[in-house]
């Protein structure tokens, strides 16, 4: 069911290619992605569903037995005792297709990811100064 393939110019692309259930499960991740972040680009970026703001905020992929979500390292580490029931990597959170994704969750990840960008860059533009 991965799809990564080349020349997928949107989200839209992305998720149209996958059955049906699975692009719901996209669409109502990407809604809450969007609502958390309203300011962020849609883009594809290692051929997978990125928001950027000031830098890639968060990513997102379908695989065969779960969703991937790469909120980065400091996403994970500012929430691990909330992602505990997860599978988790350094930057990775891989939540099983079939349970419903804790989207309240998600929101807040990419509410603290835009407070992180958003400092990170004014932090460079200062050094810059």
Do not use: C, W
């Not at 991740?29 to 609502?35: F, G, P, V």
């Not at 037995?65 to 997860?86: C, D, M, N, V, W």
């Not at 603290?112 to 200062?126: D, H, M, P, Q, T």
């Amino acid at each position: 069911m991965e799809s990564r393939k080349a020349g997928l110019g949107s989200i839209d692309e992305y998720i149209a290619a996958f059955p049906e259930d699975i692009q719901k499960i996209l669409q109502g991740l990407r809604a809450t992605i969007k609502a958390a972040a309203p300011d962020a680009e849609e883009k594809i970026s290692y051929q997978i569903p990125t928001f950027a703001l000031m830098g890639n905020l968060v990513h997102f992929a379908a695989y065969k037995k779960h969703i991937g979500f790469y909120p980065t390292s400091s996403g994970i580490r500012a929430f691990k005792q909330e992602l505990a029931a997860y599978e988790l990597s350094k930057g990775t959170v891989r939540f099983p297709i079939g349970k419903p994704l804790p989207l309240k969750l998600i929101g807040k990840i990419v509410k603290f990811r835009v407070v992180e960008n958003l400092k990170n860059a004014e932090i460079r533009s200062r050094k810059r100064k």
